[in-house]
């Protein structure tokens, strides 16, 4: 049986079905992270001022990370034309760069978040500021159970430069100045002192709860997208051969999916990384 | 077949929007290196750029400069449903759940 509209616009709609499906899909979506962005808004702004952290992600690797994804989108629209051009070798071509990018974020995104992992926060007992850096020997998700566990009487932490509540400007004022030390020195903490001790996962705090939804769900859609690129490129890509215009709406429809996971990087971003 | 000339034209335009998102991202990160007098300018700014981006891969990549009125109709009540969304944000201004941020709390 033959599936109606797969190439041909219908004349209500003007447009081939898997186009108007996946729009319908997108929709969904906006409202999906558009509930998640409006979360963050009422978390941001209900925050004590001064609280909410800066600094605490790294800029470069976001920011490159960000072109990956951006070189990704306009490969995915490239690809597209090379299919309307009838070039099945520049399509592949150019798709795979695709998918080097989507693994590249993904990896990226891996190395980013198990860096996380490794970050601490101790807060003491007696009420002093607390202070946040590596901590020697450290695995990934420490707290102070762990230390329990592992009957640690003492921990020797590599302090970092600024402490999260510091604003950025004054962060690279107070580096310009240079009277704080680039590697402060490490300080030597009595388990008995910490009152609590975090690494920066969700549990952390409020900042990282959001960020780690927001990122995560973000990583899920680009690896769902990867695998649907990498199947149209792969074993999918024999419909070429039999219906080759049914191929590229194909294409067409998984590269609006890439567009609008690239999209919501973009606001992403900025709002995580940089404000 | 399409033709090849509209083709690489409409080539030359994805290249050209890819550059223009590599050049906006490149500000966005400047801007934060240059600390704006304000927070608000900051946040302004940032929005701004990315609504600019946003627009070109929705305009260009997507092809929604130019797309049929369906689409249209169906981007339509969404932004009518994340508008209202955003408003109900606005609306609970005055109710906002107060120290969300538990950083430096201990439960």
Redesign the interface.
Known sequence: MDIPYTVAPRQD???YNA??GI??FL?SE??LF??LF?SY????????PG???HGLLN?PIG?FN??VL??S??T???SW?AL???NFGRFRAIQSITLLCALGFLGIKTYEYNEKFTHY?V?FADGRP?VTGHIDGAGRFWTLNTLADKKIESITMHPDRFH??IP??EQ?KLAKSGTVPEHPEPIKIATSEI??LSAFVPA????FAVYFTLTFLHALHVFGGALVIGYLWGPGASMWKTDPDRFTNRIEVS??FW??V??VW??L???LY?? | ??D?HD?SK??RK??I??VA??VG?AI??G???V?LPSVAM??MV??F??SV??FL??GY??HLIDE????YG??G??AF??VG??F??IW?MHD?????????H?P
Not at chain 1, 41 to 48: F, K, Q, S
Not at chain 2, 96 to 104: D, E, I, K
């Open positions: 709609t003007g447009l186009k108007v729009w319908l929709a906006v409202m558009g509930a409006s808004i009422l978390l941001r702004v209900g925050a004590e609280m909410w952290p800029i920011t960000t072109a951006i070189t989108s306009v995915v629209v490239l034309a309307k051009t009838h926060e807060w607390s999260y509540r950025s400007g690279a009152k609590r952390h705090s409020t900042y590269g609006l567009h609008f690239d999209l973009i606001f971003f900025p709002v940089l404000l | 077949m399409a090849s083709i409409t080539v994805y290249i929007v890819f998102l590599l991202t966005t990160v801007m934060y290196y600390h900051t946040v940032a929005v750029i990315a981006k946003a891969v929705a990549f997507m049929r009125k369906m689409i169906i981007l009540s969404t449903f994340f969304l955003m109900l944000t609970a906002f759940p107060a120290h969300t941020f538990l950083g430096s201990v």
